[in-house]
């Protein structure tokens, strides 16, 4: 079984992601294992046969960078979890996606990053409001751990945390002469 990092933590993956085939079939809803990850064009063409076929909690959706996560929000309550597919290193379109599932559509389940995830991005993707990491498998997921602790201060203000270091220090210089 494949593993995952999740919560900031190496554990097994037990979802399936789904992707087209070379000549671009996809399996059928029966055929479909339990816990699945769908690709979001794909949803939206089955996601009734797919909900009658599966439990909410053995449902994902998978975004591809130029899909519009709007049109998942009315779905929220079908699936339990989002993944957002990143096909390349150098593909950031996804970052945008994830900060926009949880600020702007209060997504609150699992967000994942699947597809060219790699040690370097990961606290980026954290950042922007990801808790899940499917790291490319060619790679060393415990070592990728490590990203997490590398750098102890943010300047910016992200999902992980919206107040920016200036407010931070100001806050505590208040607290301080207080």
């Known amino acids: 079984m494949a593993l995952i990092i999740k919560n900031r933590e190496v554990v097994e ?3 399936t992601v789904v992707r087209a085939t070379e000549d671009g079939t996809l399996p ?3 055929a479909l294992p339990a816990k699945v990850l769908v690709p979001f064009t794909w949803w939206k063409e089955h996601k009734n ?3 009658l076929a599966h439990k909410k909690e053995l449902i994902g959706v998978w975004l591809a960078p130029d899909d519009e996560p709007a049109e998942l929000v009315e779905d929220f309550d079908k699936i339990a979890l989002i993944a957002i597919d990143f096909p390349k290193f ?3 379109r996804g970052f945008s996606i994830g900060r926009l599932l949880r600020e702007r559509y209060q997504w609150k ?3 994942r990053a699947i597809g060219d995830v790699l040690r370097d991005q990961l606290r ?3 950042r922007c409001g990801f808790d899940a990491f499917a790291v490319r498998a060619d790679k060393d997921i415990h070592d990728a751990l490590n990203a997490f ?5 943010s300047y910016q203000g992200a999902v992980d ?3 920016p270091l200036f407010r931070r220090r100001e806050k505590a210089a208040v607290g301080a002469s207080a």
């Not at 602790?149 to 201060?153: R, W």
């Open 13 to 15: 993956d037990d979802w």
């Open 28 to 30: 059928a809803v029966d």
């Open 49 to 51: 046969a797919l909900t």
């Open 90 to 92: 150098s593909d950031g």
């Open 109 to 111: 389940g699992e967000l």
């Open 124 to 126: 980026f993707h954290a």
């Open 149 to 153: 602790g590398e750098l102890s201060i």
């Open 161 to 163: 945390n919206p107040e």
